[in-house]
């Protein structure tokens, strides 16, 4: 009878170790490729990101700068005098301050005085009888005025800058469409020693102005912008 060779002992428990050595070197590698894969990938995204938001100013850029062209083409399409505009801007300018700039009934008065003087404006004109009326008042015995602007107490300024936009030209002749806000206080800001601020009301405007190649204002008028009355606090 021949005798068999003594079977190894620790031949299966080698063999299991050695094959979990080998899947935990695996999953090594593949942790380790994974995780250079995904920095890859988020370094990637970033730059990607970064490109991206690099065409989008750029792109905002270009629009913004077309939008400017288109304005600037549609006022050379028009005519439009950028001297003129320069020019009529401040006529406008010292027209709103002093219809806006009063307070009192006597600088009230005075106000449209100077509008009629200074551009030729006369008591038929539109402005001056529905936007701007003369001032109501009392008088006594001896002449005195009593206006109704003393009596409640109003003062008015103009006030942020408006906004002016040429909206016709024809033949020399300007016509600007020009939004106001008209600061309105009481003199019970001094009398009660309150604040400024707590009795100031903004009111909108909305005016049309039209200018002569010679500096004329040929038409005016005005109506109250639509919206509330808005308050300072």
């Known amino acids: 009878m021949t005798e068999q060779p003594p079977t190894p002992i620790r031949q299966r428990p080698l063999r299991r170790n050695l094959a979990a050595l080998a899947t935990a070197a695996g999953l090594a590698v593949v942790a380790t490729v994974a995780g250079v894969t995904w920095s890859s990938q988020h370094a990637t995204l970033a730059r990607q990101e970064a490109q991206i938001n690099d065409i989008e100013g750029h792109l905002a850029d270009i629009q913004k700068k077309n939008a400017e062209q288109a304005h600037a083409d549609v006022m050379e399409a028009l ?50 009888k529905s936007f701007m009326p003369p001032s109501r008042f009392n008088e006594d015995a001896q002449g005195r005025r009593y206006y109704y602007i003393d009596t409640v107490g109003l003062n008015s300024a103009l006030g942020s800058d408006p906004g002016i936009e040429v909206v016709d030209v024809k033949a020399g002749v300007y016509t600007y469409a020009v939004l106001a806000d008209v600061e309105v206080t009481s003199d019970a800001a001094s009398q009660n020693k309150a604040s400024r601020t707590s009795v100031t009301a903004h009111r909108r405007a909305l005016l049309y102005v039209t200018i002569d190649a010679q500096g004329k204002v040929s038409g005016l008028s005005g109506t109250p912008a639509s919206g509330e009355t808005r308050y300072s606090e």
Do not use: P
């Open 79 to 128: 005519g439009v005098s950028r001297n003129r505009l320069s020019t009529d801007g401040e006529r406008i300018m010292s027209l709103l301050s002093m219809a806006f700039t009063w307070d009192s009934g006597q600088s009230y008065e005075a106000a449209r005085a100077s509008l009629k003087n200074r551009f030729g404006l006369t008591e038929n004109e539109a402005f001056l």
